[in-house]
């Protein structure tokens, strides 16, 4: 998402949480995951929304925001 390369992934675990409605998600099958990579290859305007749509979650996610949250945790247990 970083990089602009819209991103194919699972449901499983946090990954929805990173994705958010940037990823394109696929079941855990070979199949799955073929038609998401067609899809995003013959789909410009798709490709280009969930390019821009990554940019924008992944700057949700930095070294800092992870250390404050964290430290919340922390303080919140003490």
Avoid: N
């Avoid at 499983?12 to 990579?37: K, M, Q, R």
């Avoid at 940019?55 to 925001?65: P, S």
């Amino acid at each position: 998402m970083v990089f602009g390369c819209p991103v194919i992934c699972s449901r499983v675990s946090a990954i929805p949480e990173a994705g958010g409605d940037a990823a394109i998600y696929a079941d855990l099958t070979a199949e799955s995951f073929l038609a998401a990579i067609q899809l995003i290859l013959s789909d410009d305007a798709l490709r280009s929304e969930k390019a821009y749509l990554g940019y924008r979650q992944a700057a949700r996610f930095t070294v800092g925001q992870c250390a404050r949250e964290v430290l919340r945790i922390y303080q919140s247990q003490g």
